[in-house]
Nanobody
Framework: QVQLVESGGGLVQPGGSLRLSCVASGTIISLYTITWYRQAPGKERDLVARIIDDDAPIYADSVSGRFTISRDNAKNTVYLQMNSLEPEDTAVYYC????????WGQGTQVTVSS
């Protein structure tokens, strides 16, 4: 059974950084397209970043230049490094695996506030 577990969220001040992790079990994460999404209260779930094989990662315009998605295949983990965080980045962040986002994690809360 494929499971994804996100971690690394928390409370951070504007301008700060966090690194989110998405650890896979029951599968080899390098086989999958991995996407980070986020959902703020009262808003739809939005794509943040996506990594597909060896292709260049895809980023939402709102995070391009601030966020970086990467893989560590040895740890079966995909990361989302988030720098220069803004209050507008506050949301629950989810990772999903598969070309059709077949598998989802439970989410991790990121709160950016002074």
């Amino acid at each position: 059974q494929v499971q994804l577990v996100e971690s690394g969220g928390g409370l951070v001040q504007p301008g700060g950084s966090l690194r989110l992790s998405c650890v896979a079990s029951g599968t080899i994460i390098s086989l999958y397209t991995i996407t980070w999404y986020r959902q703020a209260p009262g808003k739809e779930r939005d794509l943040v970043a996506r990594i597909i094989d060896d292709d260049a990662p895809i980023y939402a315009d709102s995070v391009s230049g601030r966020f970086t998605i990467s893989r560590d295949n040895a740890k079966n983990t995909v990361y989302l490094q988030m720098n220069s965080l803004e209050p507008e980045d506050t949301a629950v962040y989810y990772c999903a695996a598969g070309s059709n986002d077949r598998y989802w994690g439970q989410g991790t809360q990121v709160t950016v506030s002074s």
